[in-house]
């Protein structure tokens, strides 16, 4: 082959999923190999509304390792992308070993070009690494032909990735080794299981977050005793409630957890020295706004829940969806008309009534929310077989840059 001609590239395109904590992870006992102090659970969200898509190639002509996040190129020595790199690349260097007839040997050599973008804003604060590590080590493994079990390499990425390995409602199983191989996730239930379930997400208006959850959950380790009553005393208790409630679709019990638990997280962030304030007061409101609508039916129809940021999540039932997010326009009234405030799942018109309206009595907070998507359980990660929808073209360079 001349020197100057291009070896046509293999290409391989996935997609991976967002997921949300109902019981929160936060806190490591090994910073290397991201191994938690304590077990969680989550919700994977439906890929139709929010999903990353990553495209890898290989080729004999790429030099060296290359990556492109939303259309820029990154430090791919970043060592959390190497570790899942390496990982792997040796998994399948040791597939190959035991003697694995359809791995190809060239292709362990062989260089990356990657390149990712997720379908819905970074600014939303959603967790988009979980999606981010997700679909890149999915996408990995087709590339080098390792499938199977990969949530412990994709928690090496970013811990709560491992739980985006699987669709529906997922565990990441704490594990006790010190070398973390017992530390992996797990499907609790499929995504078919629960169809009534609702999950709105509330972007609050734009604000950077202001400590990382890398950062910020050393700082808690370090400091907070309340996170260490936490994670030793509370969280296993709870863990086995949620697998119950998510099991025996018990809405009620399933939504007063998640509230607890992501009120607990919030607390030990505020027992964290210094503090970290994750709420703000259009969360706050939030927060009042739920308690008040369950207060008011004398029943617990919606959950919240917050990550590392101010944007609530909701769980909810389908019948109850119309009115909340009529609920949520009243109490913060939308900058136009509201045509976009609503995205995802179509949403029906309902009516709020006056004692409704009354019984929340808050005072409105306009703009404070920007748009709420609206989605379901989804599945875990997929190969697209379109070809068109690679986003690296057959010169192995991205077909889109900033
Ligand atoms: C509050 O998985 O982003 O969203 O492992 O350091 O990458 P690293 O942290 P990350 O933390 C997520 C924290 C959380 C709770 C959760 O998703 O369980």
């Given at each position: 082959?001349?020197?100057?001609?291009m070896?046509k590239p293999?290409i391989v395109t996935c997609t991976a999923?967002?997921?949300?904590?109902?019981?929160?992870?936060?806190?490591?006992?090994?910073?290397?190999?991201?191994?938690?102090?304590?077990?969680?659970?989550?919700?994977?969200?439906?890929q139709?509304?929010l999903k990353t898509t990553t495209t890898i190639a290989t080729s004999?002509?790429f030099?060296?390792d290359r990556i492109w996040l939303n259309g820029k190129e990154e430090d791919i020595?970043?060592?959390?992308?190497?570790?899942?790199?390496?990982?792997?690349?040796?998994?399948?260097?040791?597939?190959?070993?035991?003697?694995?007839?359809?791995?190809?040997?060239?292709?362990?050599?062989?260089?990356v070009h990657i390149c990712s973008v997720n379908n819905f804003p970074t600014a939303a604060?959603?967790?988009s690494?979980?999606a981010g590590?997700?679909c890149l080590?999915?996408t990995?493994?087709?590339?080098?032909?390792?499938?199977?079990?990969?949530?412990?390499?994709?928690?090496?990425?970013?811990?709560?990735?491992?739980?985006?390995?699987?669709?529906?409602?997922?565990?990441?199983?704490?594990?006790?080794?010190?070398?973390?191989?017992?530390?992996?996730?797990?499907?609790?239930?499929?995504?078919?299981?629960?169809?009534?379930?609702?999950?709105?997400?509330?972007?609050?208006?734009?604000?950077?977050?202001?400590?990382?959850?890398?950062?910020?959950?050393?700082?808690?380790?370090?400091?907070?005793?309340?996170?260490?009553?936490?994670?030793?005393?509370?969280?296993?208790?709870?863990?086995?409630?949620?697998?119950?409630?998510?099991?025996?679709?018990?809405?009620?019990?399933?939504?007063?957890?998640?509230?607890?638990?992501?009120?607990?997280?919030?607390?030990?962030?505020?027992?964290?020295?210094?503090?970290?304030?994750?709420?703000?007061?259009?969360?706050?409101?939030?927060?009042?706004?739920?308690?008040?609508?369950?207060?008011?039916?004398?029943?617990?129809?919606?959950?919240?829940?917050?990550?590392?940021?101010?944007?609530?999540?909701?769980?909810?039932?389908?019948?109850?969806?119309?009115?909340?997010?009529?609920?949520?326009?009243?109490?913060?009234?939308?900058?136009?008309?509201?045509?976009?405030?609503?995205?995802?799942?179509?949403?029906?018109?309902?009516?709020?009534?006056?004692?409704?309206?009354?019984?929340?009595?808050?005072?409105?907070?306009?703009?404070?929310?920007?748009?709420?998507?609206?989605?379901?359980?989804?599945?875990?990660?997929?190969?697209v077989?379109d070809p068109t929808q690679h986003l690296i073209g057959s010169d192995g360079m991205p077909k889109h840059t900033v």
């Open positions: 082959m001349p020197e100057n001609t070896e293999n999923p967002v997921n949300i904590a109902v019981i929160k992870y936060w806190g490591k006992r090994n910073e290397e190999l991201i191994l938690p102090i304590n077990s969680s659970l989550s919700v994977t969200l439906h139709d509304q004999r002509s030099k060296e020595t970043h060592p959390r992308l190497q570790s899942c790199l390496r990982e792997i690349r040796r998994l399948a260097r040791k597939r190959r070993n035991d003697g694995d007839p359809a791995l190809d040997p060239s292709v362990l050599s062989l260089k604060g959603l967790a690494s979980a590590f997700a080590v999915y990995l493994a087709r590339v080098f032909g390792t499938e199977g079990e990969l949530s412990g390499i994709a928690r090496q990425g970013s811990g709560s990735a491992c739980r985006s390995m699987y669709g529906g409602f997922v565990q990441w199983i704490m594990g006790q080794k010190d070398d973390g191989k017992d530390s992996l996730a797990q499907q609790v239930e499929p995504e078919t299981h629960w169809p009534e379930l609702r999950i709105l997400v509330l972007v609050a208006s734009a604000e950077k977050k202001s400590v990382g959850s890398t950062s910020g959950m050393q700082t808690s380790v370090q400091t907070s005793c309340l996170l260490k009553h936490r994670a030793e005393s509370v969280v296993p208790g709870r863990m086995e409630e949620m697998i119950e409630a998510v099991r025996e679709k018990d809405f009620v019990a399933f939504a007063e957890l998640t509230m607890k638990d992501s009120n607990q997280f919030h607390a030990t962030c505020l027992d964290t020295y210094p503090p970290i304030f994750y709420l703000n007061s259009v969360s706050q409101q939030v927060i009042n706004l739920v308690h008040r609508y369950n207060r008011h039916y004398g029943e617990t129809r919606l959950a919240y829940t917050f990550d590392a940021g101010p944007n609530a999540v909701i769980y909810t039932l389908q019948q109850h969806v119309p009115e909340f997010v009529q609920a949520v326009q009243h109490f913060f009234p939308p900058e136009s008309n509201g045509g976009q405030f609503i995205q995802g799942l179509p949403v029906n018109q309902a009516a709020l009534s006056e004692e409704l309206k009354q019984a929340i009595g808050l005072e409105p907070m306009p703009k404070g929310i920007s748009y709420i998507i609206s989605t379901k359980a989804g599945p875990g990660p997929r190969v077989e």
